[in-house]
């Protein structure tokens, strides 16, 4: 099943007082960065995020959930909680290595 604009919407309204949200759809779902990195995406309607360090620490009841078949688990984050999703999205992108240039 793929996501919907609405709950696409409704996800980008949520995670307005964080800077440096966008998002890409991609094969029916959304891959979301954070300061030009992915820190995770709507699968199905549901908004998981990668489980990095920070992420298991400010969600450790967050359950593990597949965004698609044969896919890495990542933890599905309460998009409620503004004020953890503030907190949550740039530490997790702190956490991402920046992409490698590519060699001319």
């Known amino acids: 099943m793929a996501s919907t604009k609405?709950?696409?919407g409704f996800v980008l309204e949520q995670?307005?007082?964080?800077?440096?949200?966008?998002?890409?759809?991609?094969?029916?779902?959304y891959i979301i960065y954070c300061r030009g990195k992915?820190?995770?995406g709507i699968y199905d309607d549901r908004f998981l995020v990668k489980p990095t360090?920070?992420?298991k620490r400010l969600m450790p009841?967050?359950?593990?959930e597949l965004p698609y078949d044969g896919a890495k688990e990542m933890l599905l984050a309460d998009i409620d909680n503004r004020e953890l999703m503030?907190?949550?999205?740039?530490?997790?992108?702190?956490e991402i290595p920046d992409k490698k240039k590519a060699r001319s």
């Not at 995670?15 to 779902?29: F, H, K, P, Q």
């Not at 009841?61 to 593990?64: G, L, M, T, V, W």
């Open 61 to 64: 009841e967050a359950p593990y």
């Open 6 to 8: 609405d709950y696409l």
């Open 53 to 55: 360090e920070s992420a």
């Open 15 to 29: 995670l307005s007082g964080v800077d440096e949200i966008t998002y890409r759809a991609m094969m029916g779902e």
């Open 38 to 40: 992915v820190i995770g």
């Open 86 to 94: 503030a907190e949550l999205l740039p530490a997790v992108a702190d």
